[in-house]
């Protein structure tokens, strides 16, 4: 069993290391879920990633922006069952204007260079989840609970 500064660190890495998401969000009244490539805040308070515009997830986030976010650490191999990590992000999202995005864009490419050109596409919004819990989940039934929002600011594992 996990204590909180341990699930931290397992949360800290899976943010760091993965590169991909899956985002649900609410369409009408049914969930809607898409893969996005990620990117987390050195905090962790903040999941970004970029879509067009012009696609479903977009929509469903402008009218409603309760979304999550999962991350996991599958390598789809038999191993996943025991060593398996697999965190929801649950929060608000928004897309951020892009006159005060310059550090999350960049720190947004540091992770993905290879989607520096959809990023910087006038079509394309950069969306930021700010995370209110996470529910990390190992070994397939051992679930850690963390509030985002009673984090301190000086240690975040401690609340």
């Known amino acids: 069993m996990q204590s909180k ?4 660190e397992i949360l800290k890495t899976l943010l760091t290391a993965q590169r991909l998401a899956v ?7 049914r969930p809607y879920t898409s893969l996005v490539a990620f990117a987390a805040s050195e905090d ?3 999941i970004v990633f970029c ?9 469903n986030l402008s009218e409603e ?14 191993e996943d069952f025991a060593t398996g990590a697999a965190v929801t992000a649950i929060g608000k999202a928004a897309e951020l ?5 310059g550090r999350t864009v960049e ?3 540091r992770k993905h260079p290879h989607l520096d050109a959809f990023v910087r596409s006038p079509s394309t919004a950069l969306c930021s989840v700010e995370v209110e819990k996470y529910y990390l989940v190992t070994r397939f039934q051992h679930v850690v609970e963390m509030d985002v929002t009673r984090w301190s600011s000086s240690n975040h594992s401690r609340t």
Not at 51 to 59: G, I, L, P, S
Request: charged share 20%; no cysteine; hydrophobic share 40%.
């Open 97 to 101: 204007p892009a006159n005060g995005a």
């Open 44 to 46: 962790l308070r903040r």
């Open 65 to 78: 922006p309760n979304v999550s976010v999962l991350i996991d650490s599958r390598t789809h191999s038999v």
């Open 51 to 59: 879509t067009a515009r012009a696609t479903t997830k977009y929509r």
């Open 23 to 29: 985002v649900a969000t609410v369409m009408r009244v």
């Open 107 to 109: 720190r947004f490419l």
């Open 5 to 8: 500064p341990e699930a931290y």
